[in-house]
């Protein structure tokens, strides 16, 4: 995706109704996985295995025009936030903040999320956008052989 001239873009958020949404917010998936955890086998970032999940999910895209640039799968009965991607080249346009802001608006207590202890662009992310970690004794952990970490948003 090109990067428009201008420093102001309307970012559209709805939840993927269609087939064809949730292909999309896949593809995203997919994509900037890859792009962000270059240590993960890329077996990891298959869309299969976002389709796989999003069946018991709320997903939200946001889109610039009709071309969907991000996604986000909530998993409204925890609160939790599954999944935030934003396609590589849409990054630092304020797609990830906007995403968050409308699960926020439909959770219905504080979010949480896990994510991988070495994915510092994450962390710093989140940090930067009022998240906290968790320190409790179930807020971090070894899954596959890599460690994450749970973090809140009040």
Not at 5 to 10: G, I, M, R, S
Not at 32 to 47: G, K, T, V
Not at 85 to 111: C, E
Request: proline letters at 4%; glycine letters at 8%.
């Amino acid at each position: 995706m090109k990067r428009p001239a201008c420093k102001t873009l309307e970012i559209s958020i709805s939840r993927a109704t269609t087939r064809a949404e949730i292909d999309a917010a896949a593809q995203v998936y997919e994509r900037s996985r890859r792009a962000a955890f270059p240590w993960r086998p890329e077996a990891d970032a298959q869309a299969a295995n976002f389709l796989r999940t999003a069946e018991e999910e709320e997903v939200f895209v946001a889109r610039f025009g009709s071309r969907i640039v991000g996604m986000a799968s909530f998993y409204a009965p925890e609160n939790f936030l599954h999944s935030l991607y934003v396609d590589p080249d849409a990054q630092g346009l304020g797609v990830g903040r906007a995403l968050v802001a409308h699960v926020r608006a439909h959770a219905t207590g504080p979010l949480t999320l896990k994510l991988d202890a070495k994915n510092d662009k994450a962390r710093g992310f989140y940090r930067a956008h009022g998240w906290q970690r968790m320190h409790g004794s179930d807020d971090s952990g070894v899954e596959n052989g890599l460690a994450w970490e749970r973090w809140r948003l009040d």
